[in-house]
Every structure is written in C-alpha cells, then in structure tokens.
C-alpha cells in the first residue's frame, strides 16, 4: 500500500464547474496535509495546507480533512482553464520536515 | 520577499561524473529539503538540513549527500553518476519548525548520458 495515494486521473471538467481531488493516506502519525499544484516543466506551488479536522477555505479552494478516514480532498469552485495541472497531494509527520507525496492528478478544465 | 532559487537550472552530465546543485532559500528560512522527482517514481524526500545540521535523511543511496551552510543556503551533491539519476531535483524552504509549510524552487533539471 503506497503511502499517499491519489487518483491519477485525468479529470476532466467544464469551466465554471466544481474539481473535486482526493487522497487518502495510510500513516496515521501524519499531522499536517498540502496541496500543490504544478504545471507542466515547472515546479510545484503550495496552493492550500491543512493540520485540523474540518474544512478549510482560501479564495475558490478548499480543503477538507478527516483524520479517521484518513482522507483530504481539494475541491476547486468556478475551475478555470488555468487550472489545468496536476494536484499533488503531500502529507507530513510531526516534528520531521520531510514531504510524503502522492503521484498527483492530472486536471483538464475545459472552456 | 524573494523565493526560492536554485542553481544551475539545467545540467548534462556523463555516468561516472558527479554533479552539485545549490540552493539558496527564503530570507529567514533555516530549513533546506531535498527531493528528486521522475515520472516513474514522482516526488521523492532525498535529505532536510536544518541550522547546518542533517536532520532527516530519505532512502537513498549514499552517492547523495548534501550539506548546509551558516547562511542557510544548501548544496547536494551526487557522485559517480548513474543513467536513473536523471531528474529534476527540488529544493525546498520553510521555517523548520513543526507544520511548516514548505516552498519550492524552480528545480535543476539534470540529464545523465
């Protein structure tokens, strides 16, 4: 069992309609959960992070995190054709500063 | 605030060679992290230095090694340089302290012949 795992997808949806990614992780000592989005041939941009139970909103994303589950999800309200790329999902334990990311999914907005 | 910047962008080397790679992270910023990332294997943690101190160390083998200096800025080095070692290799910033969010640099794209 990989450590974080997400669909690779692709995902498609239609601009002005919600993306909603997913990752569930298998390390229950992990404390705190990021998103990065990155573009192809370049490097990934830290785009949301979680540590707590709950939603958390920024802009037209937001996170949500179940630690019992061991589940966190992305979603993406009004997507954009520039939000076309891949999501990669991370997650780390207290105290290391050491990044366990999952193969990303691939998102394709179309206009 | 400037980001974080890494140095050279691209780099072809041959096997056998080896090859060191820098980083300078945010102002402020005392923790460097390493990750190479291939499309077979994604992104994958290599080693964090903290305060010029090795603090977490991924599983990999002993051909890469890094280091920290006062001002924080970091090096990695590879050595005896093998085809899969072909990448882009990452450096990230963060404050180090626990839940830290970590900011990535643009990568240094390194070709292996």
């Known amino acids: 069992q990989k450590e974080v795992e997400q669909n690779s997808g692709p995902l498609s949806v239609p601009e002005g309609a919600i993306a909603s990614l997913n990752c569930t992780y298998s390390d229950r000592g992990s404390q705190s959960f990021f998103w990065y989005r990155q573009y192809s041939g370049k490097s990934p941009e830290l785009i949301m992070f979680i540590y707590s139970n709950g939603d958390k909103e920024d802009g ?42 999952g ?8 206009p | ?45 290599l080693f964090e230095y903290f305060s010029e101190t090795q603090r977490n160390k991924g599983n990999f083998p002993g051909r890469f090694s890094g280091r920290q200096f006062s001002n924080s800025r970091s090096e990695m080095n590879v050595s005896t340089l093998e085809l899969g070692d072909s990448a882009l290799y990452l450096c990230a910033s963060s404050l180090g302290v626990s839940y830290n969010e970590q900011f990535f640099g643009p990568g240094t794209r390194l070709t292996v012949l």
């Open chain 1, 60 to 101: 037209r994303f937001t996170a949500q995190l179940n630690k019992a589950s061991q589940y966190v999800s992305l979603l993406i309200r009004d997507s954009q054709p520039s939000d076309s790329a891949t999501y990669l999902c991370a997650v780390m334990n207290t105290g290391f500063q050491k990044l366990v990311f």
């Open chain 1, 103 to 110: 193969t990303g999914t691939r998102l394709l907005v179309s």
């Open chain 2, 1 to 45: 605030k400037a980001g974080v910047t890494q140095t050279p962008r691209y780099l072809i080397k041959t096997r056998g060679q080896q090859v060191t790679l820098s980083c300078s992270p945010i102002s402020g910023h005392r923790s460097v992290s390493w990750y190479q990332q291939t499309p077979g294997q994604g992104l994958q943690f």
